[in-house]
């Protein structure tokens, strides 16, 4: 059960994006909730924050098992957010883009148990945020990502880049299914 979002969001009066689209509950981000909820990881780190949809889901679900450190990076969050912002003790924005804020967040975290890719989905972007998670997430930990069919060119032809990662790992078989994206443990 979520706790009220008041809790994360002063003064949205129920209108945050986690309480507008409760319903779509085969989203992604409240399926990675119960990831969240069943590995109880101390840090994670998720890159795109834009509304903070997800990021509500996350939060809450750490404010209610009493568990875990969000640091979220994202060089420009929406409107919406900079109207209300979330201001949570488990939360810490970092705002700027995954190239350089990941390094910032392993400095001061010093670990990571879990982590989601869901910020630019170019290839390039995409591989260079999964070998950093491959290197930093610690064995046992869980590496998300959204939108793992995602083409930035060509609607028809995805870039990849999840796949190749996986390959490259060599964890195919690890893969499971969040809607649109996908998950493993790291062995
Ligand atoms: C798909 S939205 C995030 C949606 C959010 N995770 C959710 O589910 O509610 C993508 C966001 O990524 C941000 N972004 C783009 N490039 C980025 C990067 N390299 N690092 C972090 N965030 C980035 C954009 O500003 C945008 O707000």
Redesign the pocket.
């Known amino acids: 059960m979520l706790p009220n979002t008041d809790q994360i969001r002063v003064g949205v009066n129920g209108n945050s994006?986690l309480k507008r689209f409760l319903n779509h509950n085969d989203h992604y981000?409240s399926l990675l909730a119960n990831v969240i909820r069943s590995i109880k990881p101390q840090v994670m780190i998720?890159?795109?924050?834009?509304?903070?949809?997800?990021?509500e889901h996350f939060i809450a679900t750490m404010h209610d098992i009493g568990v875990g450190h969000l640091y979220s990076?994202?060089?420009?969050?929406?409107v919406f957010y900079e109207a209300y912002p979330i201001n949570h003790p488990r939360f810490t924005l970092i705002r700027e883009?995954?190239?350089t804020?990941l390094d910032k967040i392993f400095k001061e975290a010093g670990r990571v148990d879990m982590f989601l890719h869901?910020?630019?989905h170019s290839y390039n972007?995409q591989t260079f945020e999964y070998e950093w998670a491959w290197t930093h997430v610690r064995s046992g930990g869980i590496i998300a990502s959204?939108d793992v069919g995602w083409s930035d060119t060509t609607p028809d032809k995805p870039h990849h880049a999840w796949d190749l990662f996986c390959e490259r790992r060599g964890v195919t078989s690890l893969r499971q299914k969040i809607n649109n994206g996908e998950y493993f443990k790291k062995p």
């Open positions: 994006p981000q998720e890159t795109g924050v834009e509304s903070g949809y997800s990021t990076c994202d060089p420009k969050p929406s883009a995954s190239w804020a869901d910020s630019d972007c959204d």
